[in-house]
């Protein structure tokens, strides 16, 4: 496949052109312009990097790209050899931040409440990026991070009142501990997240809804791996999913 008809068909399917980022999204780093093989990741590390060119890859494809706002525009020590990595060796570094937490159906938001059997009914927070729904399950706080810890694979903070029954709830990936407040607001039950800030840990005590922190990396594996598989299933393009350990 084409580069530049990848890339095009990624930037629709994930509509990158409406959100206001705090990086680009899409092709970030051009290379070789056939692209057979894809290494994918959370993030763009110099050790996806490495498996990507051991791998023979044509492109690599992450959630955390390059160039955020307001970083040191310097290419010194290690920006220098993580470009350096990806020139060198024509490798394409595509990445999508906000688009591919919100995809209705590959985002990390839509994957994560279809491991959880999550019923989505709404979206809150800036552009919309949390989501607001139903747990069927209707379990405690205790149990809901019980079967997120099964589902991502590690154990959750869990602030607030553990007996509490976990009915309506709110969910956001990565570091989106901001939105917490408004889903108190929203009367929530719930609300579960990446990360956690020292402030959420008093308003979840005093209002009595629970904050389930379970790691931002851990939050952000499945979009990826839904959107390679769908990049499989679409183009038959070779793609490997590679999760590099993060414990945060």
Known sequence: MKRDELVST?????????????????????????????????????????????????????????????????????RRRRLATLILNDLNLIAYHLPLDAHPQLGNNAQLAARLGWEATGRFGEQELAWQGNDPCGDTAADLAARLARVLGRVPLLVGPQERR?????????????YFEEAVTLGLDAYVCGEISEQNVHLAREAGVVYLACGHHATERFGLEALTAYLVGQFGLECTFVDIDNPV
Request: net charge negative; with cysteine; hydrophobic share 40%.
């Open 166 to 178: 976990v009915r309506r709830l709110g969910w956001c990936s990565g570091g989106a501990q901001a």
């Open 10 to 78: 990624l930037n629709q399917l994930l509509d990158n052109s409406r959100f206001r980022d705090y990086c680009p999204n899409g092709l970030q780093v051009e290379g070789r312009e056939e692209v057979r093989r894809i290494v994918a990741g959370v993030t763009a590390s110099q050790a996806l990097l490495d498996r990507a060119v051991a791998d023979s890859a044509d492109a690599v494809l992450v959630h955390h790209g390059y160039f955020w706002r307001g970083e040191d525009a310097c290419i010194t020590g290690v």
